[in-house]
């Protein structure tokens, strides 16, 4: 049984910065493209980072230079490094696994989802 669990959301001010984390258990990281989404009021959930199992990370433009995926495997867990946030950034974020097969980025791919953990940027 797959089992994600996302933590480290919280709010700040604009330019501050908020490292996520995403516990998983019941698969192997190595094997899976484990990726950083998230869903804002009214808008459609998008891709912001992802990164594959070789380790290879890949970004949303409008994150790019902002936010850092890395993963631990030995402690099968994601994080999500973000720096420079902005009011923009505001959503429930989440973290999934999955294959990716409808591009990394795209949340179609992913099949495990945790809760997700709520970022406020004002």
């Known amino acids: 049984h797959v089992q994600l669990v996302e933590s480290g959301g919280g709010s700040v001010q604009a330019g501050g910065s908020l490292t996520l984390s995403c516990v998983g258990s019941g698969y192997t990281y190595s094997n899976y493209y484990l990726g950083w989404f998230r869903q804002a009021p009214g808008k459609e959930r998008e891709g912001v980072a992802v990164i594959a199992g070789s380790g290879s990370p890949g970004y949303a433009d409008s994150v790019k230079g902002r936010f850092t995926i890395s993963k631990d495997t030995a402690k099968t867990t994601l994080y999500l490094q973000m720096n420079s946030l902005k009011p923009e950034d505001t959503a429930m974020y989440y973290c999934?696994?999955?294959?990716?097969?409808?591009?990394?980025?795209?949340?179609?791919?992913?099949?495990?989802w945790g809760p997700g953990t709520q970022v406020t940027v004002s």
């Open positions: 999934a696994a999955g294959k990716g097969t409808d591009g990394p980025l795209h949340p179609g791919g992913y099949d495990d």
